[in-house]
């Protein structure tokens, strides 16, 4: 029963407060000593991914997956990859199409549940390198695309693929939304929806046939979705997008140990979002809910400026993978 009712994480002073612990590493953190070396490789629709390397000849590899509207330099994925390296993995960003300083050149983009290109990607790594063991590790939007990729693939997941780890996971992503939506999320939501119309517009000088802006851009989540992400990659409506591409359904699915870490005052989560009767039952899945952590934060002073994320990836991808 991989429930893990005890987390190690304890949070000091302000960071007890989950909004300090959101905000403070995305505006102040500076990770150092992680050198990254970009890779473009076209994918076969004809548009292209940046691969973001931090390799240092192991037979090791951890993929590290971003946020929404994040992208592989930011700094919990500096850290992650700095952390991995020390421990002797190599470690690759992976970019979400349109989000790595470049506008992609399909009309399509990323979304909350696209796994095909983590697949391929998964698949090309192979095919290139030779790597012994693989570890899925995805934040947030990234860490639901880990988990969905793991669950609707079960057992046909490549054997080089040992586990999965997510953070700050809206899986239940519906409900997920009604919490953003809250007077208490204004700026997080500000700010992402303002990246996405920015998005939409240079999309749509490029693509007019095909997109069409409405005299009144969006402002929240549904209405984005609704005008843009669902149609654009084929679903019905908001709400389809979202119940389609929640990761808490394909949990049960899941045949690589995978571990779930969702902060208890994580603003952007809903009571759904905390699995834990499935973790009770599952042999796979491991959840663990840290009483603080806000959202992508967990911040704490380990060893060479780790955070306790790292660490606790990192151990838990080692045990799973017998290191």
Known sequence: ????????????????????????????????????????????????LDFDWAARGNRKLAILLHGLEGNARRPYIRGMARYFNYRGWDALGLNFRGCSGEPNRKVRSYHIGETGDLKWAISRILDKCDYESIALLGFSLGGNVVLKYLGENGEAVPPQVNCGVAFSVPCDVMSANGEIAKWHNYLYRHRFIKSLNEKVREKALRFPEVLRLPERMPRDFYQFDGQFTAPIHGFRDAEDYWVTNSSLRFLPHIRRPALLVNARDDSFLSDACYPWRLAEEHPHVFLETPRWGGHVGFVSSGPGGAYWSEQRACRFVEEMAGY
């Open 1 to 48: 029963m991989p429930l893990i009712s005890k987390s190690t994480y304890r949070a000091r002073g302000l960071f007890r407060y989950g909004h300090f612990n959101t905000i403070y590493p995305a505006l102040f953190r500076k990770v150092e000593g992680v050198h990254f070396e970009r890779e473009r490789i076209d994918t076969p629709d004809g548009d292209f």
